[in-house]
Each structure stands twice: as C-alpha cells, then as structure tokens.
C-alpha cells in the first residue's frame, strides 16, 4: 500500500495563477481531509469529504475549491492564488469519523505564492 | 480563537529522561483528544489517543494523562530517545462535527 499519495511536493506559483494539488489514497478509506499549515501553527482544516460526491467546508475554504468524484482522490483546486495561500498543504483520509478513526497523512505539498 | 493550544514551542531534553508536553483546550465539548508526531518533510503520524471518558491512556514508552476539570492534556515519554526528536501536535475532536483542531506544536529535542 502507498498510503497516502499528495503531487507536486513542491511548487511556486505567481500571483493570479491557479493549480490543483493532487491526492490519492489506495486504503478504500472514505474520509478525506485538507488541512494547510503555517509557519508556528497548527493544521487548520480546508475542506473535507465522507465519501464520493460529498464534501464540506473545514476552518479556512476561502480560495480554495475541492471534489470528490471518487473513493480514490481528492484534489484540491486554488484559483486567483494569493501570497496568503503560501503554506505546506496536507491530505489525509481515514476510514470514518477523524475521531476515533486514526487519520493518515500525506508527505505534503509546499506552495510558495510570489 | 485558538482552542486547542500548546505553550512551549520548543522543549529539550536529555537521553533516557521524561518528555512532558502539555496541551490546554477551552472547548468543553471535545470528546477525543489525540497526540500526532511529525519529522521534517513528512505528514503526521498518529501517536496515542484518550477518551474524555478516560484520565490515562498508556502505549509502550508513552502515556498520556487527561484532567478535565483543568481541561489540560498531556503527553509523557519515558525512557526518551533519539528518535523521538520531532515536533508533536495535540488535537481534539467532538464527535458531533467530525472535525479535528489541532494546537500549534511542540518540537522536541532529545539531547544524546
């Protein structure tokens, strides 16, 4: 098992370009997650999703898009990127609730807007 | 409003000693508090657990401690080695939005 799968690792984007970061997981897990983290914080939760077809707003959506159209991957979509948006992003899923359920992370992506 | 907060940025300690990290939250209806561990250039991984049903949860070298009434949580590992240097996130969770809030983390160095 791969786990959980995040492209590209890095990236760096120019103000106004847009990007999709992409990830996947191979647990047939039906929860997944995007949290973003910024320098001395902790991870604030972007969007999640319980499932294909299903998804809802976390702590910080604004400028940020998702779908879920299967069980698989996640993508996550930035329009209009702004310096704002430069932070390491990471995806997660777990089988059920984030709870109880442990919930398993991917390597990251870091963005840097400029 | 940071709910969930972590105080020391940063805690150094010697090879074989106790690592203590704390963690307070305001939130009273949390339900589940966990402890993730991340290296660098990696994702957090999930660490140990504990009900709010529950004051002690042990796994192996790590035991974390929950006082309610003070809304405080805490983690300890005992002996500490070297590869437990990392930075340490809290997070806790009510079940009725499914939602995790993480603290802001701890980064442990462990001296050989």
């Known amino acids: 098992n791969a786990g959980v799968t995040q492209t590209p690792k890095f990236r760096i984007l120019k103000i106004g370009q847009s990007m999709t970061l992409q990830c996947a997981q191979d647990m047939n897990h039906n929860y997944m997650y995007w949290y973003r983290q910024d320098p001395g914080m902790g991870l604030k939760l972007i969007y999640y999703?319980?499932?294909?077809?299903?998804?809802d707003k976390g702590e910080v959506p604004n400028g940020y898009n998702v779908s879920r159209s299967t069980t698989e991957d996640f993508p996550l979509r930035l329009e209009l990127a702004a310096p704002s948006q430069t932070s390491v992003y990471f995806c997660?899923?777990?089988?059920?609730?984030?709870?109880?359920?442990?919930?398993?992370f991917g390597p990251g992506t870091r963005l840097t807007v400029l | 409003d940071q709910q969930v907060k972590q105080n020391s940025p940063s805690l150094s300690v010697q090879e074989g000693r106790i690592s203590i990290l704390n963690c307070d939250y305001t939130?009273?209806?949390?339900?589940?508090f966990l402890w993730y561990k991340k290296y660098p250039a990696e994702g957090p991984t999930f660490l140990i657990s504990?009900?709010?049903?529950?004051d002690k949860n042990e796994d192996g070298r790590f035991t974390v401690f929950l006082n309610k009434s003070a809304k405080h949580l805490s983690l300890h590992i005992v002996p500490s080695q070297p590869g437990d240097s990392a930075v340490y996130f809290c997070?806790?969770?009510?079940?009725?939005?499914?939602?995790?809030?993480f603290g802001t983390g701890t980064r442990l160095t462990i001296i050989p």
């Open positions: 997070a806790a969770i009510n079940f009725g939005n499914e939602k995790l809030t």
């Open positions: 997660a899923s777990s089988y059920s609730t984030g709870g109880t359920d442990t919930q398993y």
């Open positions: 504990i009900s709010s049903i529950k």
């Open positions: 999703s319980v499932g294909a077809g299903i998804t």
């Open positions: 939130n009273s209806m949390f339900d589940y």
